[in-house]
């Protein structure tokens, strides 16, 4: 019984050691009708189990270095085993010495097509499209570490782009994977593609700047961290005027927009009527939003 006991508690060391991810994943299927409800259920653990259990980072995580991230899968449509599905996908990271987490990445995804089967293991490999659905989870973990590594060290997550865009031209062909996908640009393969280009490399600068020096400061000194996130906007908006309608823009402002409002509520007035001014030029779709920030 002893030997067990060890065993079993070495087994679980390693599990533990393996969970790279906090991911929360809920699949809703309100409006597909069907009597095997269980399905879906099976296919939310399936995919809680693929996202939290494997071995994502090539370094050892901490508990508490765990990226946080939320995939709801709301399924359009189902045929036995092919599924239409919608998807939001957002992620986080704690501000050093607070209990707030700041947003990373806010997506949605409208074209996932996968097929699934209950109870079928979820087949990955790195080098190879294997299974749509698993391709379409490894991607979105690759970028959301990349993510956040890029905002604890300048171009940090270099390696996990790298994954990502291995990924996207391995499932390149398939629906969902091309250039014309989705909404305009806003989809997998100009994310991953502007994440990659020189022109933009300022912007991972900034995720940088926004993050370490100026969210992880706030508690030290409120005031000089509200500039450095304001010097970030500068930053963005230079890029932003050489190439503009940029999906990694449109992100950005959408992930940041309620925190950006948050945090320039509390400045001096020139301070306030500047972020106004320069967030309304940067997200002019949502400059209702930005005027909240006088109050």
Request: aromatic share 12%; proline share 2%.
């Amino acid at each position: 019984m002893r030997y067990i006991i060890i065993l079993a508690l070495a087994l679980l060391a390693m599990k533990s050691q393996a969970q790279d991810l906090q991911c929360n994943v809920q699949v809703v299927a309100d409006n597909v009708q069907t009597s095997n409800k269980a399905i879906f259920e099976d296919m939310e653990n399936a995919i809680s189990q693929f996202m939290n259990q494997r071995k994502w980072i090539s370094d050892k995580v901490q508990i508490q270095e765990k990226i946080n991230c939320n995939f709801v899968i709301n399924i359009k449509n189902f045929n036995i085993d092919q599924f239409e599905a919608e998807v939001n996908i957002t992620s986080s990271r704690p501000v050093y010495g607070t209990t707030y987490n700041t947003p990373i990445f806010q997506h949605f995804d409208q074209d996932w097509h996968f097929s699934y089967a209950q109870f079928q293991s979820l087949d990955y490999q790195e080098n190879a499209n294997v299974m749509a659905l698993t391709t379409l989870l490894a991607f979105y973990a690759n970028l959301l570490i990349g993510l956040d590594f890029d905002t604890f060290a300048p171009e940090g997550g270099q390696a996990y782009y790298n994954k990502a865009l291995q990924l996207r031209n391995l499932a390149q062909g398939s629906f969902g994977w091309e250039p014309s996908s989705g909404r305009g640009n806003r989809n997998r393969y100009y994310i991953i593609d502007q994440l990659m280009d020189d022109r933009f490399k300022s912007v991972r600068t900034v995720l940088y700047q926004y993050h370490m020096k100026g969210m992880d400061k706030f508690k030290d000194d409120n005031d000089a961290a509200r500039r450095v996130v304001y010097e970030s906007l500068e930053k963005i908006r230079t890029i932003q005027e050489q190439l503009p309608n940029s999906v990694i823009f449109k992100i950005f402002f959408n992930t940041k927009r309620q925190e950006l409002i948050n945090i320039f509520q509390q400045a001096d007035p020139g301070l306030k009527n500047r972020a106004i001014e320069i967030l309304s030029r940067l997200d002019p779709s949502n400059v209702s939003s930005y005027e909240k920030i006088k109050n």
